[in-house]
């Protein structure tokens, strides 16, 4: 993958975080790294609806699957399963499919091969606890399978999606009842704070006023960092402001920080691409964001939520299937709730319950329970 290609996919996949109607953009963006025909975007809401953006092209093909072609669509129980189960991040369709369904189902030689589609690549990511997303890059008919290279290279732009989607979704919930951005800043139950390239405050909303305080201080007009995550909180906002470059440049992970009231906060750095504002939004606001390069959001699990998959995942080094169950189980749901909401078997999510014990250390479930508790406080746990 080219790196100019891939610095303008980053570029337009935050850039689609305040602007959500840009997604379909960034996701051309992505596929061009690959040349590929596109990437959909494939969003599983809270009550089991689905919502799906795809790039420029696959307007037809997305049409026609959602009018009765995901009827042929003899992978999705398998994807279901494989996100829970793998130890992959990312798969292919040869991790779903046997090479004689994909040479004679009517899903490949009718539906994908007429619209000009061959293999493709997944991932699963979460923006939030509660929706997870799938995200495919749909390759061109003809081509050879992708390798191990470009499934890496796939990977860290999913994360980048990840972290950009989390945003974007919690600043459509706050626009539901508001238009001008300033008040949708300060309306978000998460932190928010706006800093230019030299790490001074251009604007915070009311709920980061209490993670300031303690990991994260305010020194000369700077904000700066203190605990055991210092130096990667320093990298991190030199990476988006770009100082450091390369394909993980940008590591879209957690940082967990003590906040100002002697609990913890999960923190992520955003770049700030130059965001779309519209005529209703402050002139101040206008002012803050041209001056802005980095966004800080700051996040904590509201009473009787699950932990963050994403959160667990990047914390104890679990997959993001696994997070996923540990999360449930170590809210109190039982393998089978929890099989059930995810949509695998029991026996499934009894094996991986197993993985996630001997990853962290324990063996029973009330420990999980504890251990999420002390690292994502506030979970329902």
């Keep these: 993958m080219m790196t100019g290609l891939r610095d303008t996919a980053i570029e337009a996949i935050y850039a689609a ?134 499934l890496d290279s796939y990977f860290a732009l999913t994360r980048h999606v990840e972290r950009s989607l989390a945003l974007s979704m919690r600043l459509l919930e706050a626009e539901s009842t508001l238009e001008a951005l300033g008040e949708t800043l300060e309306r978000l139950q998460c932190g928010i704070m706006l800093l230019d390239a030299a790490r001074r405050p251009l604007f915070a909303n009311t709920a980061m006023g209490a993670v300031i305080g303690r990991d994260l201080k305010l020194v000369d007009g700077r904000l700066v960092a203190d605990g055991p995550w210092r130096d990667t909180f320093y990298a ?37 691409p130059g965001p779309r504002l519209r005529p209703s939004d402050k002139i101040a606001i206008r002012e803050v964001f041209l001056d802005a390069r980095l966004l800080i959001m700051a996040l904590q699990s509201g009473p009787n939520q699950f932990a963050d998959p994403a959160i667990l995942r990047d914390l104890l080094g679990l997959t993001l299937g696994e997070a996923r169950v540990a999360s449930r189980v170590a809210a109190g749901r039982t393998p089978r709730e929890s099989a059930r909401e995810l949509g695998v078997s029991e026996e499934t999510t009894r094996t991986v319950l197993k993985r996630v014990f001997a990853k962290v250390g324990v063996s029973r479930q009330s420990e999980l329970a504890a251990l999420i508790a002390r690292i994502v406080p506030g979970s329902n746990s």
């Design 236 to 272: 991190t906002c030199k990476a988006a402001t770009g100082e450091v470059v390369g394909e993980q440049a940008l590591p879209s992970r957690a940082i967990m920080l003590a906040d100002g009231n002697g609990g913890r906060v999960a923190v992520y750095v955003h770049p700030v």
């Design 17 to 150: 975080a305040n602007a959500p109607e840009a997604w379909p953009q960034a996701l051309a963006a992505m596929a061009a790294c690959f040349d590929a025909v596109g990437t959909v975007l494939l969003i599983r809401r809270p009550d089991s609806s689905a919502a799906t953006i795809v790039s420029p092209g696959l307007e037809l093909a997305a049409a026609e699957y959602e009018a009765g072609a995901w009827q042929l669509d003899f992978m999705v129980p398998r994807s279901i399963e494989i996100s829970v189960t793998s130890d992959r991040a990312c798969y292919t369709d040869q991790h779903l499919a046997t090479a004689t369904e994909i040479a004679t189902h009517p899903f490949y030689t009718d539906f994908r091969a007429r619209h000009g589609l061959g293999p493709f690549m997944g991932a699963f990511v979460s923006p939030k606890d509660d929706t997870p997303v799938i995200v495919t890059l749909q390759g061109r008919l003809g081509r050879g399978p992708f390798t191990e290279a470009e």
